[in-house]
Structure formats: C-alpha cells, structure tokens
Nanobody
Framework: QVQLVESGGGLVQAGGSLRLSCVRS????????MAWFRQAPGKEREFVAG????????SYADSVKGRFTISRDNAKNTVYLQMNSLKPEDTAVYSC????????????????WGLGTQVTVSS
C-alpha cells in the first residue's frame, strides 16, 4: 500500500511562488504515476499536473500550463509542484495522488491520496 503526505502550502500574494512536496511511504513494488489535484470550496476536485515514474512524461491543466512545474525524485520518494505567478483563482486545497491507471488526468485513476495542503493566494 501507499501513504502520501503533502507539505509546503501557505498564504502568498498574487504573483508569488510556492513549492509543494509530497512524500510517499509504504512498501510497494509498483512504479506509480503521481499527480496533483486541487479543490476549491464549492467546486469539484480538478486535475492540476501529473508525472509518470520515469519523469519523461508530464501533463498539466490548461489553467496552470506555463506557471506550474511538476517533478519527482524517486530516490527520495517525493514529487514536487513548483507554482509560480500565482493567482487568486489558484486558491484551493492541493492533494497528492498515486495510481497505476492509464488516464493520468482522471480522479478515478488514483486510489491513493494525501490529506492535502492549503494554498491561499491573496489579491
């Protein structure tokens, strides 16, 4: 099984930056695809960014493309989300997810989830 713990959230001014981290633990032989999702109050959870085990393939939501960068360090069992040029509409709880599905952008592809970290961007 897999356990995920996020960190790095906080309060920033519009235009600022944050770096989120997600650490994986638990014994597994699977090479998981990792992703970040976010959910704002009253809204559905949405895909933000995803990355395969090798790091050679990534995917981003159109709303964050060019501003956010996902990466991973398998030796540290960690995936990162570098968020630049933050906007108030980026405010949400950001959750890390791990899975083996083929559809990297789908919530249903990820059976393992962290509890999330709050990101708040003020205007």
């Amino acid at each position: 099984q897999v356990q995920l713990v996020e960190s790095g959230g906080g309060l920033v001014q519009a235009g600022g930056s944050l770096r989120l981290s997600c650490v994986r633990s638990g014994r597994t032989f699977n090479s998981y695809t990792m992703a970040w999702f976010r959910q704002a109050p009253g809204k559905e959870r949405e895909f933000v960014a995803g990355i395969v085990w090798s790091g050679t393939s990534t995917s981003y939501a159109d709303s964050v493309k060019g501003r956010f960068t996902i990466s991973r360090d398998n030796a540290k069992n960690t995936v990162y989300l570098q968020m630049n040029s933050l906007k108030p509409e980026d405010t949400a709880v950001y959750s890390c997810a791990a899975g083996l599905g083929d559809l990297i952008t789908r919530v249903t592809s990820y059976p393992y989830w962290g509890l999330g970290t709050q990101v708040t961007v003020s205007s």
